[in-house]
């Protein structure tokens, strides 16, 4: 399973990437850099991949998920409820590909802000 790097400022995160044809598809498109957008507890940002909505895309996620949503042609990082959240758990305004999933602690991303530096790239090694 390879491995993104995934840096919003200061911050750097590492994720496990599915192997998924969107995933796939982002992989051969790194890397890419962005500027967050915040939804409640989610960052997502536009990136140059163009995908379909997948057989097993969904809206709810857990905690850590990484996803692409087709609709926005957007890579996304869920670390908390979203305004259409049913609870604690990540709601997907409509349904997203998954791409994996963010290894370790999320708290810092809390403090993220709007127009914050994004980055994807292949982890190293």
């Known amino acids: 399973m390879p491995e993104l790097l995934i ?3 200061e911050l750097t995160f590492k994720a496990d990437l599915n ?3 969107t995933a796939e598809k982002i992989w051969e498109a790194l890397p ?7 939804w409640g507890e989610e ?8 995908m379909p909505q997948e057989a097993n895309a969904r809206e709810e ?14 890579f996304c990082i869920f670390f908390g409820p979203t305004p259409v959240s049913k609870g604690e758990h990540p709601r997907a305004y ?7 999933k963010i290894v370790g602690d999320l708290s810092g991303l809390k403090a993220v802000q709007q127009g ?9 090694g």
């Open 43 to 50: 960052i997502y940002f536009e990136i140059p991949v163009s």
């Open 19 to 21: 192997e998924s044809p």
């Open 61 to 74: 996620v857990a905690i850590g998920t990484i996803a692409y949503w087709p609709t926005g042609e957007a």
């Open 94 to 100: 409509s349904p997203v590909n998954i791409l994996g």
């Open 32 to 38: 890419i850099e962005g500027q967050a957008n915040l």
């Open 7 to 9: 840096t919003v400022e």
């Open 116 to 124: 914050a530096k994004v980055r994807l790239q292949k982890a190293e």
